[in-house]
T-cell receptor, first 112, second 114 residues
Framework: DADVTQTPRNRITKTGKRIMLECSQTKGHDRMYWYRQDPGLGLRLIYY???????NKGEISDGYSVSRQAQAKFSLSLESAIPNQTALYFC???????????FGSGTRLTVV | QKEVEQNSGPLSVPEGAIASLNCTYS??????FFWYRQYSGKSPELIMF????GDKEDGRFTAQLNKASQYVSLLIRDSQPSDSATYLCAVNSGITGGGNKLTFGTGTQLKVEL
């Protein structure tokens, strides 16, 4: 099984719908992150959490919310999806220290 | 000004050649630097990290860091077609709240041609 699991892998949803992307990890890491990736724009940070009681906005948090249900689970919600939220979304985790991230396999979201 | 800059490419090199990928960053307080490889439609995979000035070698990969000039590079020796991917540079601009927060460049696409 993957260390960082994202569900769903692909999703098509309609404008205005609420959608939740889920991330779970078995690495025992405290830190979890949500990024989106768009062609030409790279990976941009949406939200991050350094422990269960810690939630922080990233550079592009508008239109998104998150929930850290447990050390191993970090969910991203789009309250009312819009077409420019069409992107590839990645969850990532990291442990203490500067050892980089482990990424999930991504969720390709299309808003029509 | 972008915090982490990379040439988008594509960078084309023949099989067996050395591929040189470059990255500059704006925050002088940056402490650690990472190179990720990303195949099309897949997730980024960590291949190298470096903290100190100089070179760090791992197999065919060498990361080079020059903090005074604020650049980091990745050399891939004996390039193979399987190295064809987008390479992302990431910078940790300091430990906030005890954890990492990486800023990524937009990536350089590498094509290794037969």
């Amino acid at each position: 099984d993957a260390d960082v699991t994202q569900t769903p892998r692909n999703r098509i949803t309609k404008t205005g719908k609420r959608i939740m992307l889920e991330c779970s990890q078995t690495k025992g890491h405290d830190r979890m992150y949500w990024y989106r990736q768009d062609p030409g724009l790279g990976l941009r940070l949406i939200y991050y959490s350094f422990d269960v009681k810690d939630i922080n906005k990233g550079e592009i948090s508008d239109g998104y919310s998150v929930s850290r249900q447990a050390q191993a689970k970090f969910s991203l919600s789009l309250e009312s999806a819009i077409p420019n939220q069409t992107a590839l979304y990645f969850c990532a985790t990291s442990g203490r220290g500067n050892y980089g991230y482990t990424f999930g396999s991504g969720t390709r979201l299309t808003v029509v | 000004q972008k915090e982490v800059e990379q040439n988008s490419g594509p960078l084309s090199v023949p099989e067996g050649a050395i591929a040189s990928l470059n990255c500059t960053y704006s925050d002088r307080g940056s402490q650690s630097f990472f190179w990720y490889r990303q195949y099309s439609g897949k997730s980024p995979e960590l291949i190298m990290f470096i903290y100190s000035n100089g070179d760090k070698e791992d197999g065919r990969f060498t990361a080079q860091l020059n903090k005074a000039s604020q650049y980091v590079s990745l050399l891939i020796r004996d390039s193979q077609p399987s190295d064809s991917a987008t390479y992302l540079c990431a910078v940790n601009s300091g430990i906030t709240g005890g954890g990492n927060k990486l800023t990524f460049g937009t990536g350089t696409q590498l094509k290794v041609e037969l």
